[in-house]
């Protein structure tokens, strides 16, 4: 940030501080999250990753060199290498492997995004409802949860989609469907202990109604909470996706995807490595984006580091 | 000022109050046959040591008992309304706006999220703005449709007329730069600091009644002397009458204008506060007084021995008998009613 003049004397260093412009107030608190993340070793290489990916996919189709379901049989199976016009080779059917893992990206962060949406509002929704009344709404979404949890996640999924049929939405429903529960079950833990707080009982006292009390008092002391699992599970969820793609069950094989990528290059893999591991190693270090930045949010959001 | 300065006409009265706990061991009552009065403007001090009832008096009042607890028996009457009958959605327009309430620890009581400028705006929203200020729909508009109708049809105050209303405010309570203060954080404010803004808060929808319970007993012993300057101003300035629950007899002597003496949930003494400091009638309020420390007096101090009795379990008589070393036959058999001491002063004893 820009240093405003401060006169050298230490006396008015807090004199300043609080008479800083109101805007600015506002500016630095912001910038004070981002400053401890940037200072934040994992985090800083987290979001530049993550940056770096979502501007990829947003930018696709002017970065591409091609369509990423342009067939060259001529071409086919090229390597990597600046020689030929295939920066990152050609798969079996002499597509462009740098333009189908820049698609990739896309259709990843957008499974990952429209899962975490879904099951945080479902799950911080129910999960605050059941933390703050309590009793059959809470038994019963227990019993549920539980019913879910017996599951385990992947074959959870893969039922549901052999039933469904693979395509985009009904990826996203089926890995929501199992999803909102972490979501529900830290929503619950922190609305029952936030519900016991004081301002709670000051708030009722002004006479808030039970709703504007879970809205406004306490969803906003724990978003940093559900921010932080939001992140990390994207991570998950991510490669969830690429998982059920590759075993032809997520996203439509026409729609160039990491997961259906790699289970078409595992058949080359003895010949033409690239085929496979290039989508390997951008969903690898995507998910390492995101669980990085999410840790580092975790650290930096901690309220005893909050200073303002 | 909006309010007549007439104290004669009580504000609120309440009158044989029962609060009872269902728990295992019985019901507990935690107020037990409560009358008193507060007329406008008054200050009145509720006293009494921990577990007395004294806050459980006070939830009684804002309809905010925590689930087993209830009212049990009496009646509220508060500007001529009851009330103990009231609906919820018609109470939650009470409180906040005409009941204001100041809690014991700032530090826990505002919410840790929000700015402070934000809570004290949010304590207008929640009534539809300030009826003095803005045509607004005086607090009528409620609920999710409240809500909507305020956020987006702006009714109440515009953005501009509320922070100017949030900063002048926050200058009546004393707290300094309120222009940039406005936006900062609860925990970036001292103890007293963050009680100025609980009280801001508090009086942001001009409240008849404002309910404090024990709103020094988390602050330093010089901060304490300042909010309560701060209330007694407040009172002065706009009429608000103010009930102070303490534990602390030597607060309630300076700050209030009648004392009411509680002990096992009950009003043990109570009277305007220099009949009840002068002349203290109940042997619990002249034990109260006896272990008060004075400066420059050496004397030990006197604890009363023994222990509250408890409340799911009361025996016939005198509640504060089996401490009591005045105690004869008839306060263990026979509970004693109300006598009269003097002008406005009664007390709960068999001895007067």
Known sequence: MGHVSVPSDELYKGAMATARPAESARALHRRGTMRRLMAHGGGRTGLIIVIAFATVAILAPLITPYAPDAVDLESWLTPPGLESNHLLGTDQLGRDILSRVIYGSRVSILVGLATICISSVVGVGLGMLAGYYGGVLDRLLARFTELLLAFPYLIFVIGIMAIMGPGFCNLVWALSFKGWVEFYRLARALTMAEKNREYVDAARALGRSNGAILLREILPNMANSILVLGTLRMGNMIVMESSLSFLGLGIPPRIPAWGSMIADGRRYMLGAWWVATLPGIALALLVLGMNLLGEGLRDVLDPKMMEG | ?352
């Open chain 2, 1 to 352: 000022m909006a309010y007549p300065c007439a104290k004669e006409s009580a504000l609120l009265e309440v009158s044989g109050l029962y609060t009872v706990y269902p728990s295992a061991r019985g019901m507990v009552q935690a107020v037990r046959n409560v009358s008193f009065a507060v007329s406008r403007g008054e200050i009145v001090g509720i006293v009494g040591e921990s577990g007395c009832g004294k806050s459980a008096l006070l939830l009684s009042i804002m309809g905010l008992l925590p689930s087993p607890g209830r009212i049990a028996q009496g009646q509220i009457l508060f500007d001529g309304r009851n009330l103990v009958d009231l609906s919820e959605p018609a109470m939650r327009s009470v409180r906040g706006k005409e009941i204001a309430m100041v809690f014991q620890d700032p530090m826990t009581a505002l919410n840790p999220a929000h700015r402070v400028g934000e809570q004290i705006a949010e304590s207008l929203r929640v009534h539809g703005g300030v009826p003095e200020l803005a045509a607004g729909d005086g607090g009528q508009a409620r609920g999710a449709g409240g809500f909507i109708r305020r956020r987006l049809w702006k009714r109440g105050l515009s953005a501009v007329e509320e922070r100017r209303y949030v900063i002048e405010l926050m200058r009546n309570v004393g707290i300094p730069l309120p222009e940039h203060r406005h936006l900062e954080y609860p925990h970036q404010f001292s103890g007293g600091m963050q009680q100025r803004i609980m009280i801001a808060i508090a009086l942001a929808c001009r409240p008849k009644l404002l309910l404090a319970d024990e709103p020094t007993t988390a602050l330093d012993v010089t901060i304490q002397a300042q909010v309560l300057d701060l209330m007694e101003e407040i009172n002065r300035i706009t009429g608000t009458a103010i009930v102070l629950v303490t534990h602390d007899l030597a607060v309630a002597a300076d700050f209030c204008d009648s004392i009411a003496v509680m002990y096992a949930g009950q009003i043990v003494e109570r009277g305007p506060t220099d009949a009840v400091m002068e002349d203290p009638a109940h042997p619990y309020t002249r034990g109260l007084l006896r272990s008060m420390p004075v400066l420059g007096n050496r004397k030990p101090l006197q604890p009363i021995t023994g222990e509250v009795p408890d409340l799911a379990n009361l025996g016939p008589g005198c509640s504060f008998a089996p401490r009591c070393d005045l105690s004869e036959k008839v306060c263990l058999e026979e509970a004693p009613s109300v006598s009269a001491i003097g002008q406005g002063h009664e007390a709960r004893c068999h001895l007067r």
